[in-house]
């Protein structure tokens, strides 16, 4: 079986996990974003209050 042949055949399925995976995996980096925003803005207003 070739790699071609693989490809074609699950072309749509790996496609399919693949946003699966991308979507939670900007999930996660947005939501690690976020936190590590709020906790910087936390610090700078103790630091400057």
């Known amino acids: 079986m070739h790699l071609q042949d693989f490809l074609s055949t699950h072309s749509q399925q790996l496609l399919n996990l693949y946003q ?18 709020t906790d910087v803005m936390c610090q700078i207003s103790l630091l400057s209050g």
């Open 20 to 37: 699966k995976t991308t979507g939670r995996l900007l999930g996660v980096m947005v939501l690690v974003l976020y936190l590590s925003l």
